[in-house]
């Protein structure tokens, strides 16, 4: 059998968000689009591989703000996923400006004038009948209709907006009369008894003039600020156009306001992962409603989450309950509050707390570090360099590092000097001293930092040289 | 204004229990008794300095089984409670043979022929009211009563042992009609209504001949079993008659079947902090009756007890519970379900659970180390030394050491060679090689110690010479 055609489309990946709501697992650094919640997979990795089955990467841009292109970047990075596009926004201003920033930088010629917006953090289990969805969706939209996707309720949902259908418009798609924000609990019953409202998935389909045509029409400012970029525009201009532009919703800016807006009612099998307890949802539970992973005993708890890792979680006769353990930080929330998690951490990134910007643990392109211990004048990291990898050549001014190799092999440059560290072997970098840490071999290289200085952290880092992205070329 | 009198008593300080209940706050290696749950001081050490107040430290003696002695040994030390008796159980047998035991080994001609028996992990608020209430019972003792203390109940606890109350005896004694095992709430709200029942303090006082002469008639298996012992009876000894005798209390195997008890009723602010939340009801609560201690950031919970240490802990409406962090281990438990958690131990220890055992901070008499980090072949540890102090001279067969020193100054001997390490600098201790590490100044010593080697434990240090107790004269 033919592998399916790839789908008319341009995908447009919106993978800005912090989702605070999954503290103490996300952090400002290492927000929910790439965590791996259900399975091995990213949220954002599952979202392109899901589009990739369609649609050839080079008409895949992810979408993000500058100061998350890291992370994003080294999530598709994991999976191979390098020749999909990344548009960095110099700050995050909701998502219409991410969308027209894509309008304007996509290439028109690249073989497909339908733009397709998608969330990067949302699930969906039935990819067969979203790619049809999809299909459904292109045709409405050549015929220059805005397209959402509706999911049809099955509960009254307060966490999710409303669209209320109208008429058919054919194709399967139905007239948007209305756009409502999250409502409360009694309207949100009136909607599933009343019918003909569907939760807005965040999913658009529309063709690019039809978009950019709407897009002047509806927010001028943000048509006007962009409208001179184009494909490879530099970083420099689009700063510079961002600068000018008001910050608001598609929803809001847009969608709310055209007449043209097509609702298709899909089942998709769709989440948007938007807390702990939706979460808790989409894991098989035990017979008392739990789900439990990780390294945690309970006793007798009853429709609990409870999220451990590598410490060990003690729960007994909890009920309707969030536990969520990390090795810096734990959660513990009933499940009716699980929306106070953003209040949560706002507070804590009020009071300056590390544990809302990074985990101990932080992904690098050549490996991961552990901060094991810091106090006044040092810190201990474990370093583990994956097999071929290696570190940017640097230099530090303000620390010395002592290196204790514990587990495979490196090739350390200390000056011009470069000599081979084994197990149980160790070497001293003093500072101001250009140096490299490279793995050689085919298992990961292991090693125990120990740091002394005044000044400990990660900006004092002087790079000479990198494998990487991480020295402007 | 002189100060008051000795009390004419023996103290014997019970030692012996594991306070699994107290988990992850307790371990096997570091349990309830020696826990600064309530200030600055372990609860045996107030226990300890509470009879001191009024009892010579050459008649008072710490009992405890002979796997706990070092970390009883070093809590005694820590507040230099060097000078009272440290008696060694072979194993924990219950109470009454530890009482018999204290019975044998304390000399009757010290100054004292009246025995005081206390749990060392009890609160007594009222200091001055305990110290009455021992007079009180020393006549009572005097004039040949097994005498107990009993709290007038102030709520139907099913959490304690009760003693029904009959005649005066005069000097403030009742007798004692039955001893009524933790009973069902029905009945201890009987007891409470009808009046007359007390609950068991624990707390005893006797005339050794008195108490000798009910174990022989009681317990005859532990009297003939323990008779030869005498003051400074070998441990062999000790382990030689502990093999044959029987594991029982001192309530079941005396109390409940002597015709001779008093209880004496008393008002001494007293908890026998069972659980966590007895231990939530002896800290000042805040409005919402939350107790909240460490870096926790709470939403809106009730009658909540929150523990934490190094590590955020937040909470979002929580009811009724029980959230104890430590840097390995973390507990949350309904409040109506503390009873459970020494069950929760007991199926992590049968599961061979490490957290069960000891802290990843270890004190020691020379300071502590905290373990950091280990895997296949390493292990991190953070090691301080105490202003003074020194390490022994050892030895370890299986593994290298390499250590970083990050504050202070160390003076480390390695083979026949002493050097003195500065913070920045590091040494190597190959295997099989003797090494001594100390700290010369008046501050304390901090480095960060690697392990490498295939096997890592505790047990592999061959001790050459030490200054503590721990290489056998």
Redesign the interface.
């Known amino acids: 059998m033919a592998p399916p055609a790839p789908l008319p489309l341009f995908g447009v990946i919106l993978a800005g968000g912090s989702g605070t709501r999954f503290?103490?697992l996300s952090r400002s650094q290492y927000p929910k689009q790439v965590l791996r919640l259900l399975g091995s997979e990213s949220l954002l990795q599952a979202t392109c591989n899901r589009l990739l089955l369609r649609i050839p990467p080079e008409r895949l841009a992810v979408v993000t703000s500058a100061a998350q292109a890291d992370v994003i970047r080294l999530d598709l990075h994991r999976q191979g996923l390098t020749n999909v596009h990344l548009w960095l926004e110099p700050e995050g201003k909701n998502t219409a400006p991410a969308v027209a920033l894509a309008a304007m930088l996509l290439n028109p010629e690249a073989g497909a004038d339908i733009m397709a917006v998608f969330p990067a953090d949302h699930y969906i289990r039935d990819t067969a009948a979203f790619h049809e969805a999809l299909e459904q969706g292109a045709a409405l939209a050549q015929a220059k209709f805005l397209v959402t996707f509706g999911i049809t309720p099955t509960r009254p949902d307060t966490g999710y907006g409303y669209i209320k259908a109208g008429e058919s418009l054919g194709s399967g798609g139905l007239k948007a009369q209305a756009f409502i924000e999250k409502p409360d609990l009694a309207r949100a019953q009136a909607f599933l008894a009343e019918g003909g409202y569907y939760w807005n998935s965040g999913i658009f389909l529309f063709r690019r003039d039809v978009f950019l045509e709407a897009l002047a029409r509806h927010l001028p400012d943000i048509y006007q600020g962009l409208k001179s970029l184009g494909p490879g525009a530099s970083q420099e201009a689009v700063a510079e156009a961002y600068r000018r532009i008001p910050s608001i919703s598609l929803d809001h800016g847009i969608m709310e306001k055209a007449g043209n807006v097509a609702v298709v009612p899909v089942d998709l099998g769709w989440s948007d992962v938007g807390t702990w307890s939706a979460l808790h949802d989409l894991f098989p539970a035990d017979d008392r409603g739990n789900v439990i992973l990780g390294r945690a005993?309970d006793?007798?708890s009853r429709n609990t989450l409870i999220f451990a890792q590598d410490?060990?979680?003690?729960?007994?006769?909890?009920?309707h309950?969030i536990?969520v353990?990390t090795p810096?930080?734990?959660?513990?929330?009933?499940r009716?509050?699980?929306q106070?998690?953003k209040?949560?951490v706002a507070?804590?990134t009020r009071?300056n707390?590390m544990?809302t910007r990074e985990h101990l643990t932080v992904e690098r392109p050549w490996g991961r570090y552990?901060v094991?211990?810091g106090?006044?004048?040092?810190k201990?990291k474990?370093v583990v360099v994956d097999p071929g990898c290696r570190l940017s050549l640097q230099l530090h001014h303000r620390r010395?590092e002592?290196w204790?190799v514990?587990?495979g092999e490196a090739r350390v440059t200390i000056g011009d000097r470069v000599s081979t560290v084994l197990?149980?072997q160790?070497v001293?970098i003093p500072l101001e001293t250009a140096h490299r840490l490279e793995n050689p071999g085919t298992e990961p290289l292991?090693l125990?930092e120990?740091q002394?200085g005044d000044y400990l952290e990660e900006d004092d880092i002087v790079r000479l040289a990198d494998d990487f992205w991480r020295v402007p070329k």
Do not use: F
């Open positions: 503290w103490p005993l006793r007798d410490r060990v979680v003690g729960t007994i006769g909890l009920d309950m536990v353990d810096d930080a734990t959660l513990v929330c009933s009716d509050r699980v106070e998690v209040d949560l507070e804590l009071q707390q544990e552990t094991m211990q106090g006044p004048g040092y201990v474990k010395a002592h204790v514990v587990q197990p149980n160790s001293y292991a125990i120990v002394t």
